[in-house]
């Protein structure tokens, strides 16, 4: 298929020769290509050598053009978006005041570079006012970004239209990549950088300075890891951290700062200070009550936001048994107290190649910026200092013959080439020549200078200025000198910014992150007796106090019995369902007998269509015969009962019509078992398997019908049933019935339950 710039005629000569064929693939190939790589380049991915993207920078210098000094005055943000936008940055004035409110806000940024007044937003996420009702200038740390700017430090370039000029990158006396970090998403690539501590960085500099064949881990030491500006406490492993430094890509797992609070008389509460980096505290605080409601932290029963200025959630337990680091390890699992920051240092080299960098490469882009910001700034006061020489010489020679220059300028039409082409005395007794730039010094001078014009102070500054200019030299010449002073840079760097200020502590701390326990029941809550009821139509009420299972309980209309056993609130209570399926729920978590109750199947995801056949409390240690109504079973722990989910856990495997008939616990050492044929077999227990799921092995053979009961006993006592008139009976001589497991067995004895169940 083939592309033509307009369109194809029917007479294909008849084309103008200016369209062009190509591919389909080619053309939208080449195109889509362009726009990937003025994606990468001009958007996404920050440059390594200053730490910003060209929106930020754009804004840094519009600010700097409007005289926007930390020291100075406020303007309206829009007036700054408004210049951002007309003179470099031909996008969106939302999109480019987003991006300098975010330089404002000290909450994203570890060292804010735009000094906001007004509302700029805010931790809980709320939105910056617009930009017409905001004022903005630089903060200090833009000042370091932008030195040099005036002195030759970078390279500049047309912008858009190519009225003006901006720089390609900034001169940047500290680094900022990792100093506030950065984020992006680019086309098949991004970007994902934390903030770090500046003192700390600039000591890894220092070290790289005076060793440059430091490996990372040596680096690791000095940098131990991010320091973001909404605190908190990194848990990440050592040595996770190392292989992330060292190879670009890895995570930080990063929890909430807490403090436990005493209330007195042995209650507490637990009081969050700091929360992980880029978190809405108003998103946290709805995930925390949602996880109240859905109780998936049974122990926690309420949570409050208190904070003013600094943050201070409040999290109430329901239970003052639980510890507070076990409820706050419940909570790090299930909601943003804690998460995992990325770490993916994709960046640009030299502002062209996009490449994942280790944490010494990333610093060394710097350093080697930083060295040649030194040279060109060097070059370019070696440059004014030869000019402001070759004038100096020029007034000099017109202090020695200061008569004859006046002569010259009031009796020459043209003294501008008669002052270059005298020959004037020098002091050594030479004759010398004015350059034009002399001559035109000279002619620019006000007549109220010549009462300055001595000669011991020009010769006094051609002095300083030669003494300036052979340390220039020399500095130009050897590079250990270059990193020396680079070094002296970064020291002032660390008085203005370190730690030593109120800024520059390290804000985020380190700990272990410990192995986490399981929390027991027990300790979340009270343990209270309850009597659990479920209706035949699936409502379920846990009654306080152990009440007679006989008891008359009111239902709703058309409903009746249909379960009823004594737990406690810490008890797990199983409904197994005629599909096989073991479902759980918590005593603690089962509604109030004062009502009727609430739906079962509302609290587990239980079919419409299953029948619960059996409500039980399993016990650490126990174990339970389960049995298919075709007959089949097996022995099955207590402990493989309980389901983690609401959609309980497959134990028994059943295919229809073949539904779940019985769950007996484990009581002796024989086993027997009645059909629906009233046949009765008995065989020891050990014949049975031990699973944790599965169909089972056969326990008793039919022709007809299935298995209709079964129980454990011991062979000693006997087995026991009542009759029909209700009294107990126990036989002791089983041996007409006693066979191997998964025989048919005989005729049940006289007397034997016309229902064929043994109670």
């Known amino acids: 298929m083939a592309l033509h710039g307009w369109f194809m005629s029917e007479n294909d000569d008849k084309i103008p020769s200016a369209l062009s064929s190509e591919p389909l693939s080619r053309a939208i190939g080449e195109r889509y290509l362009t726009y990937a790589l003025s994606t990468i380049m001009n958007r996404a991915l920050p440059d390594a050598r200053d730490g910003l993207k060209p929106v930020h920078r754009r804004i840094l210098f519009a600010m700097r053009e409007l005289k926007l000094s930390p020291t100075g005055g406020f303007r309206k943000s829009a007036k700054i978006s408004g210049d951002v936008m007309g003179n470099y940055h031909p996008h969106g004035d939302s999109a480019i005041y987003d991006a300098m409110a975010r330089l404002a806000q000290d909450f994203a940024m570890r060292y804010p570079l735009v000094d906001g007044q007004g509302n700029f937003g805010n931790i809980d996420g709320d939105n910056p006012a617009a930009s017409r009702y905001t004022e903005a200038r630089m903060a200090s740390p833009s000042e370091s970004l932008l030195e040099g700017l005036s002195e030759n430090a970078v390279d500049f370039r047309p912008n858009y239209d190519g009225t003006l000029e901006e720089p390609v990158v900034l001169p940047a006396s500290f680094p900022n990549l990792l100093a506030n970090g950065s984020s992006g998403i680019a086309v098949g690539m991004a970007t994902n950088i934390p903030p770090h501590n500046l003192d700390e960085l600039v000591a890894a500099c220092l070290a790289m300075i005076k060793t440059p064949a430091i490996d990372d881990d040596a680096l690791v030491e000095l940098i131990p890891g991010p320091d973001f500006p909404t605190g908190g406490v990194i848990v990440e492993p050592r040595e996770q951290i190392e292989a992330a430094y060292r190879t670009g890509r890895g995570a930080f797992r990063l929890r909430a700062r807490w403090e436990t609070e005493d209330l007195g008389r042995g209650q507490w509460q637990i009081i969050v200070t700091e929360i992980p980096y880029q978190v809405q505290k108003s998103k946290l605080i709805e995930r925390l009550a949602e996880v109240i409601q859905t109780k998936k932290v049974p122990a926690l029963a309420d949570v409050r936001d208190e904070s003013t200025d600094e943050v201070r ?97 009031r009796t020459e039409d043209e003294a501008k080439p008669a002052l270059m082409a005298e020959n004037w005395a020098k002091t050594d007794g030479a004759a010398a020549h004015l350059t034009e730039v002399q001559a035109e010094a000279i002619l620019n001078m006000r007549l109220r200078s010549l009462r300055r014009l001595e000669e011991i102070e020009l010769r006094e500054e051609r002095e300083k200025l030669q003494a300036e200019r052979a340390s220039l030299d020399e500095l130009l010449a050897s590079e250990p000198l270059q990193w020396k002073f680079i070094g002296n840079q970064l020291k002032d760097i660390r008085k203005q910014f370190g730690k030593t200020t109120k800024a520059g502590a390290r804000r985020t701390g380190f700990a272990e992150a410990g192995t986490a326990e399981e929390v027991p029941i027990e300790a979340m809550f009270d343990r209270e007796p309850i009597t659990v009821v479920l209706s035949k139509m699936g409502w379920i009420r846990a009654m306080k106090g152990h009440n007679p299972l006989e008891a008359d309980v009111k239902f709703k209309d058309g409903d009746g019995p249909g379960f009823a056993l004594h737990a406690e609130t810490t008890d797990r209570i199983v409904l197994l369902g005629a599909n096989g399926r073991a479902y759980t729920v918590l005593g603690a978590n089962l509604p109030g ?66 539904v779940a008939r019985v769950c007996r616990k484990v ?54 049933w009542k009759d029909p008139a209700g009294r107990t009976r126990t036989e002791t001589d089983l041996g007409d019935w006693q066979a191997k497991r998964a025989s048919a067995g005989r005729m049940a004895p006289r007397g034997f339950p016309r229902d064929n169940m043994f109670n």
């Not at 009502?595 to 126990?622: F, Y």
Request: charged residues 25%; neutral net charge; proline residues 5%.
């Open 313 to 409: 959630i409040v999290l109430e337990p329901k239970t003052k048994n639980i510890p507070p680091e076990m409820l706050m390890g419940m909570l790090f699992k299930t909601s943003d107290l804690e998460l995992r920051f990325s770490l993916n240092m994709n960046v640009l080299i030299d502002g062209r190649v996009p490449k994942v960098c280790s944490l010494k490469e990333v610093l060394r882009a710097f350093l080697d910026h930083r060295q040649t910001v030194l040279c060109r700034r060097s070059q370019h006061r070696l440059d004014k200092i030869a000019h402001r020489l070759e004038v100096l010489n020029g007034y000099i020679i017109a202090y020695l013959n200061l008569d004859r220059v006046i002569e010259i300028i």
């Open 593 to 658: 007998g004062r009502g009727m109750g609430e739906p079962v199947r509302l609290m587990a995801d239980i079919p419409n269509e299953v029948e619960i056949t059996h409500v039980l409390v399993p016990k650490e240690g126990e174990k339970f015969i389960l049995a298919s109504s075709a007959g089949d079973g097996f022995i099955c722990a207590a402990e493989e009962l309980i389901a983690q989910t609401k959609s309980g856990k497959q134990v028994l495997n059943v295919r229809a019509p073949t």
């Open 667 to 720: 009581d002796g050492d024989t086993v027997a078992v009645v059909g629906e044929n009233r046949k009765m077999l008995v065989f020891p227990l050990d014949e049975l398997p031990e699973m944790s799921k599965g169909k089972g092995v056969r326990l008793q053979k039919y022709k007809d019908g299935g298995l209709s009961d079964l129980r454990s006993f011991h062979s000693a006592e006997g087995l026991s």
